[in-house]
C-alpha cells in the first residue's frame, strides 16, 4: 500500500507542476531566458501571456525619445514563426512587419521622438516537425524590451 | 478508511486543486453588483481582452523626465506624518502610489536615509491596506540593504513596483494597480514640474514633461478597461482630467519615417512632439498641484 502511496503522490505531484504552469515562469524555460544585450537594461516589465494560433496580442507602449530598444517575442518551438507587427495607434499605419524579414524575433529600434507603438504578435504555427499541437492548445509567448540611451551608430 | 488514508486522499485533492490554478491576469473575477456601466460598455472591455497596456514605472518616467534636468528637492515629497491621516482604502492606495513615487525620486537621486524612511512609510501603508503579503519580503530586505548604488537602487526600485503590479494583477486586483500608479503618476508629474522654476520654449524638462502625455494615456486606457467600482470614479476621473489637460498642449506633427539599418535594426523619427505656451504650462501646473494637494491632504 505504501508504495501506490508513493507513486500516486509523485503523479498528483508531477500533474499539479505540469499543468498549473503559470505563464509567469515561463522566462525560466530554457529557450525562453532573456539574454540581456550589452549596455542595455531592462524596460518595463517582461510580460507573459497565453494565447491560441491565430490569435492577435496587441501591446500598447510608449518608446522614449533618444532611446535605443530590442524587443524580444518567444514562445513553446512549435508555436513558431511568430508574426510582430509594429503600427501607429491612431493612424493604423504599418511601421513593419516581420514577415517580410524573415520572422526575426528579435529587433533593434532606436526612436528620434518619443512614440506610443502598437505591438501587434500572431502565432502563427508554421514550422513542420516541431511537435504536434492539440486543438485548442494555447503557448505562453514572452515579451521582453531592453533599452539604453541612444547612439547613431551603424546608420 | 483509516486515518492516514483520509490524510493522504486530502493532500491528494489538494494537489489537483492546485493544478488547476488559473492564469491570473487573463482571467476576470465576476463582475460584482456594485459595478458601474458609466466607465465602459463589457463589448468595449471584451474587446480589449488580449490589449495589453504597458506602462512605465514611476521610475522610468522620472528617469526619462531627468534628461531634461531634474534637482532633488525635498521639500516636495509627501510627508511621512501624512500617512497616519490615510483612512480610507482609496486614499491609502493613492498615497501608497505617491510614497512610491517619491521612494524613486530619493533613489534617483541617491538619497539613501531619505529612500529608506519611505521606504519604510511604503511598507507601513503596504500593511495597512494588506500588500505585505503580496510583497516578497526577502525583497524588501533588498531594498533595505543596497541603498549605496544609485544603479542598483533604482533597478530594486523598478523590480519593487512591478512585483507590486504582477502580485495585485496576479489576484485579480486591477482596481488597485490603476489607483497606485495613478497616485504615483500624479505624483511624478508633481515632482517635476515643480522643478521648472522658469518657463521657457525651449526648455527640455518642459519638453521631457509633456512626452509624459504617451505614458498617461496608456495608464489611462488600462484604467478604463480595469476600473469598474463607483468608489474608484474620484481616482479615475484624475487621470482622465489629466489626461485631458495633456490633450491642451499643441502639436508639431511630423511624418513619422522607418529607416532600415542592418539587418535586424530600425530608427524611427518624426511622430508629434507637443509644443507647450507659457499659459499653457501655467494652467497645466496649477491643475497638477491642485490635484496631487487634494490627494495627500
Request: charged content about 25%; glycine content about 4%.
Amino acid at each position: 500500500m505504501q508504495k501506490y502511496k508513493i507513486i500516486l503522490f509523485l503523479f498528483s505531484l508531477f500533474s499539479a507542476i505540469c499543468y498549473s504552469q503559470d505563464c509567469n515562469y515561463y522566462s525560466s524555460l530554457v529557450d525562453c531566458r532573456i539574454i540581456m544585450h550589452r549596455d542595455y537594461k531592462i524596460y518595463l516589465h517582461p510580460k507573459y501571456t497565453t494565447i491560441g494560433i491565430n490569435d492577435t496580442l496587441t501591446y500598447n507602449i510608449v518608446f522614449n525619445g533618444k532611446s535605443d530598444y530590442v524587443i524580444t517575442l518567444c514562445t513553446n518551438q512549435k508555436f513558431y514563426p511568430i508574426n510582430i507587427k509594429l503600427l501607429q495607434p491612431v493612424t493604423g499605419k504599418e511601421l513593419f512587419d516581420n514577415a517580410k524579414d524573415g520572422y526575426i524575433e528579435s529587433l533593434g529600434i532606436g526612436f528620434d521622438n518619443t512614440q506610443n507603438i502598437i505591438l501587434k504578435v500572431v502565432l502563427l504555427a508554421k514550422k513542420n516537425g516541431k511537435g504536434k499541437i492539440l486543438k485548442n492548445e494555447k503557448a505562453c509567448v514572452s515579451l521582453s524590451l531592453q533599452c539604453k540611451a541612444y547612439s547613431k551608430d551603424n546608420e | 478508511m483509516k486515518k492516514s488514508n483520509c490524510f493522504f486522499v486530502g493532500i491528494l485533492f489538494l494537489l489537483l486543486i492546485s493544478a488547476c490554478k488559473g492564469r491570473g491576469t487573463d482571467i476576470k473575477k465576476p463582475a460584482d453588483a456594485s459595478d458601474i456601466k458609466a466607465l465602459d460598455s463589457s463589448s468595449i472591455k471584451k474587446a480589449l481582452r488580449n490589449v495589453y497596456f504597458m506602462f512605465p514605472s514611476p521610475v522610468e518616467i522620472l528617469t526619462a523626465i531627468n534628461q531634461g534636468g531634474l534637482v532633488y528637492k525635498p521639500e516636495l515629497l509627501n510627508s511621512i506624518e501624512n500617512r497616519e491621516k490615510y483612512v480610507k482604502p482609496n486614499d491609502q492606495y493613492l498615497n501608497l502610489g505617491v510614497y512610491l513615487a517619491d521612494f524613486s525620486y530619493c533613489a534617483l537621486f541617491a538619497r539613501n536615509n531619505d529612500a529608506e524612511v519611505y521606504l519604510e512609510t511604503i511598507k507601513k501603508l503596504s500593511d495597512e491596506v494588506s500588500l505585505s503579503t503580496e510583497i516578497d519580503k526577502g525583497l524588501i530586505e533588498k531594498v533595505k540593504n543596497k541603498v549605496n548604488t544609485v544603479d542598483s537602487l533604482v533597478k530594486i526600485t523598478d523590480e519593487f513596483f512591478f512585483k507590486v503590479v504582477n502580485d495585485l494583477e496576479g489576484n485579480y486586483r486591477h482596481n488597485d494597480v490603476a489607483i497606485i500608479s495613478i497616485g504615483a503618476y500624479i505624483e511624478c508629474l508633481y515632482l517635476s514640474i515643480n522643478n521648472v522654476n522658469k518657463y521657457s520654449e525651449e526648455s527640455l524638462l518642459i519638453r521631457k514633461i509633456a512626452e509624459q502625455k504617451y505614458a498617461f494615456n496608456i495608464l489611462y486606457q488600462y484604467c478604463k478597461k480595469h476600473i469598474s467600482n463607483e468608489d474608484l470614479i474620484k481616482s479615475f476621473s484624475y487621470i482622465k482630467q489629466i489626461n485631458d489637460a495633456f490633450g491642451q498642449f499643441s502639436e508639431h506633427k511630423e511624418m513619422v519615417k522607418v529607416k532600415k539599418v542592418g539587418n535586424s535594426r530600425l530608427l524611427i523619427s518624426g511622430g508629434s512632439t507637443s509644443v507647450v505656451t507659457e499659459a499653457e504650462f501655467k494652467a497645466f501646473k496649477k491643475n497638477i498641484t491642485k490635484i496631487r494637494n487634494s490627494i495627500t491632504k
